[in-house]
């Protein structure tokens, strides 16, 4: 069955940073888009990064200059690089495969 399983979320002080990790299982995962999402206490689950399967690479603007989306086919991976981080990154960060699959989410707060 397809897993996605994230790691690398945690506390971080602002201006720090942090890389996510999406290992992905159970489809032919170099055949489809992956991306990064986000949703904080009260707002909705809004796209932050994505990464198609030939490679073309989308942002969210907020997050534009700061973050990073990467890919590993070699190893089923989907990397988030997280830099400059601000307390409005503060959210659960989700992985989500093109094929309609969502992981269970990692907790990354920015905070002093």
């Known amino acids: 069955q397809v897993q996605l399983v994230e790691s690398g979320g945690g506390l971080v002080q602002p201006g720090g940073s942090l890389r996510l990790s999406c290992a992905a299982s159970g489809f032919t995962f170099r055949s489809y888009a992956m991306g990064w999402y986000r949703q904080a206490p009260g707002k909705e689950r809004g796209m932050v990064a994505r990464?198609?399967?030939?490679?073309?690479?989308n942002y969210a603007d907020s997050v534009k200059g700061r973050f990073t989306i990467s890919r590993d086919n070699a190893k089923n991976t989907v990397y988030l690089q997280m830099s400059s981080l601000k307390p409005e990154d503060t959210a659960v960060y989700y992985c989500?495969?093109?094929?309609?699959?969502w992981g269970q989410g990692t907790q990354v707060t920015v905070s002093t």
């Open positions: 990464i198609s399967a030939g490679g073309l690479i």
């Open positions: 989500q495969a093109g094929i309609g699959y």
